[in-house]
């Protein structure tokens, strides 16, 4: 089974400042895919950014990138310029390949101060 | 741009009563799924649904719970007989076929159990 571990229950980080959310996970399998989800206040599950697994590159969504090490299972998420709009909860999640359930991680609150 | 839809945004209801959860997915997504969050837990997945079936179940899905597409544009979670622990935020979310596999969820219907 899978398992997705995010270490950082919370973190905080200064308007307009960068900040790195970590995750790792444990998988048997070669094809995947990662994703992050924001679920601010109101509790909506926004996605944020997805990488394929066969894919080096790592993802890019305007200030959301990630750092994807596949031999490490690693997938953290960067936000550059952080903005009072991005306080929220952040799930990673992974999928196996195919349309199969989600499995996330326990999240990270994050809060973006003035 | 389309969204899923899930109606009603909150429910009450008293333990032993049956629920009905509503949800209108995205129109031409053709793979559904219901994922429960337990309040300051992580989200768990319960169920998901292809061709007027289940195509995975997780072992939160017993007996109590049922999913059914009763027309081409509903897709909804019956919960038999509620339990306190069925206090909940459950989520519906779909995606396309054919390699898509990103999954837009909806706003979540939170049910209260008294």
């Known amino acids: 089974a899978q398992t997705v571990t995010q270490s950082q229950p919370e973190m905080s980080v200064q308007e307009a400042e960068t900040v790195t959310l970590s995750c790792t996970y444990d998988t048997s399998e070669n094809n995947y895919y990662l994703f992050w989800y924001k679920q601010p206040p109101s509790r909506q599950m926004i996605l944020v950014i997805r990488?394929?697994?066969?894919?080096?590159q790592n993802a890019t969504e305007n200030r959301f990138s990630v750092n994807f090490q596949k031999a490490a299972k690693s997938f953290s998420l960067k936000i550059s310029d952080s903005q009072l709009g991005d306080t929220a909860m952040y799930f990673c999640?992974?999928?196996?390949?195919?349309?199969?359930?989600?499995?996330f991680g326990k999240g990270t609150r994050l809060s973006v101060i003035a | 741009e389309p969204e899923v839809t899930q109606t009603p945004s909150h429910q009450v209801t008293q333990m032993g009563q049956e629920v009905i959860l509503r949800c209108v997915p995205i129109?031409?997504?053709?793979?559904f799924y219901w994922y429960r969050q337990i309040l300051g837990q992580k989200v768990e997945f319960l169920v998901s649904?292809?061709?007027?079936?289940?195509?995975?179940k997780s072992e939160i899905f017993d007996d109590q719970f049922s999913v059914e597409r009763p027309d081409g544009s509903n897709f909804t979670l019956k919960i038999r007989s509620t339990k306190l622990e069925d206090s909940a935020m459950y989520f519906c979310a779909s995606n396309l076929a054919g390699g898509i596999y990103e999954q837009y969820f909806g706003p979540g219907t939170r049910l209260t159990v008294t």
């Open positions: 649904f292809y061709n007027n079936e289940i195509s995975e």
């Open positions: 999640a992974f999928m196996k390949e195919g349309n199969t359930p989600l499995v």
């Open positions: 129109s031409n997504h053709l793979y």
């Open positions: 990488q394929e697994a066969y894919k080096q």
